[in-house]
């Protein structure tokens, strides 16, 4: 039997919005806003995707492309703003319910 396999294999995927005034200013840029970008690296057998074997995290300017390596840290703290952008892009939510759910993320983390 013949098995093809290969690895590093790369998936993109970006979780959401992320205005850059919201941001610490290392990492800001001169866009209005930045994506939060998970990018996955695959073992694939028979060209599937079949495990993951690295995960990065980016914020990315959606104008340039330019990608600015995170921690996985830093990913985790601004990920639920990322998903909560992307509903009131999408217009999944309010702009009160947004008001007030962005309003509670950034009181969680004054604490």
Do not use: C, V
Not at 29 to 47: G, H
Not at 60 to 89: C, G, H, Q
């Amino acid at each position: 039997m013949i098995f093809i396999f290969d690895w590093g294999y790369r998936t993109s995927k970006d979780i959401g919005p992320l205005a850059a005034q919201d941001l610490p200013s290392d990492k800001r840029s001169d866009a209005e806003f930045l994506m939060l970008t998970l990018e996955t690296e695959w073992f694939r057998l028979f060209f599937i995707p079949t495990i993951p074997t690295a995960r990065h995290f980016f914020l990315r300017n959606p104008d340039t492309d330019e990608l600015m390596p995170i921690t996985k840290d830093f990913a985790e703290r601004y990920k639920p703003l990322a998903l909560l952008n992307a509903r009131a892009a999408s217009g999944d939510i309010g702009e009160e319910s947004y008001e007030a759910e962005r309003r509670a993320y950034f009181e969680s983390y004054a604490r």
